[in-house]
């Protein structure tokens, strides 16, 4: 085990029971994500992508294998380590449902930090200066239903990035989002990975991410069929 791989996926299968059928989903999977990293995850509907994020993320744990973050085998940590890890390392940004409805830009970002139990003052300064970061300066107190897609796509990934994970899995993050707005989220991304050495992995079907990304790891049938690191 290397001590710059933020992630590290050895052997992992997951099979889903779905009454007395045996669902394979994940199928000996091995990868290394480095810290500072940025991968795009490409494959068919069904090949494993969204299963592959529970297992990094912590949602869900592997049938067999095992995925370690940071140095930290999951299959050590109890259910209450384990919500831990997913408050402190890692940020989700998943495809639809993002947001709390109810709660405006700020304070769906500051749900993250307040759950941290970090000091309200420093909480301000945080999420003022993600929104801001994201351009959402003048928005910051709008509720989901006053935004457009892409706006809280754009709040979904600032309340991914604020509490400054390890990691952020991004879902489909550019799905629903016509090509300007997909590549303004991208953008944006690839800042927070450049300034803030935030590591992303991007599950996705857009050729824009596949394109942009350094790396594309594409799935089939639960397995990685090819990786690619672009020079
Ligand atoms: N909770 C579950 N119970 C049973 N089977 C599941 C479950 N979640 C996923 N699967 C199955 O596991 C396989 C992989 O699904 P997964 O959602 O990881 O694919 P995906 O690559 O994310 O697809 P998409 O591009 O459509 O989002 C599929 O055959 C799916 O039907
Ligand atoms: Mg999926």
């Keep these: 085990m290397t001590k710059e791989n933020i992630v590290e996926l050895h052997d992992v299968t997951k099979i889903y029971r779905q009454g007395t059928i045996d669902v394979p989903a994940l199928n000996g999977v091995d990868l290394c994500i480095p810290k500072g990293g940025f991968a795009a995850v490409s494959g068919p ?14 949602l869900d744990r592997p049938t067999s294998g095992s995925v370690v973050i940071q140095g930290q085998d999951l299959s050590s940590l109890s259910q209450s380590a384990l919500a831990k890890l997913r408050l402190f390392k890692v940020g989700f940004v998943f495809q639809a449902y993002n947001l ?23 909480r301000k300064k945080r999420v003022t ?9 003048d928005m910051m107190h709008r509720r989901p239903y006053e935004m457009s ?26 799905a629903n989002l016509d090509s300007k707005t ?20 991007l ?18 049938d639960g397995a990685i069929a090819t990786d690619q690191t672009k020079d």
């Design 45 to 58: 509907s069904g090949s494993g992508k969204t299963t592959l994020f529970n297992m990094i993320g912590g």
């Design 100 to 122: 709390v409805p109810v709660l405006t830009a700020y304070e769906n970002a500051e749900l993250v930090l307040a759950m941290q139990g970090m000091p309200p003052a420093e």
């Design 149 to 174: 897609g892409g706006q809280q796509q754009r709040v979904a990934v600032a309340r991914a990035v604020v509490a400054h994970p390890t990691i952020v899995l991004a879902d489909e993050p550019t």
């Design 203 to 220: 599950a996705t079907h857009d050729p824009m991410v596949m394109e942009r990304a350094p790396r594309v790891i594409h799935m089939v």
């Design 129 to 137: 200066k993600i929104l801001t970061e994201v351009g959402l300066k």
């Design 182 to 201: 997909g590549g303004a989220l991208l953008d944006m991304m690839h800042s927070l990975n450049e300034h803030h050495g935030t590591t992303f992995l």
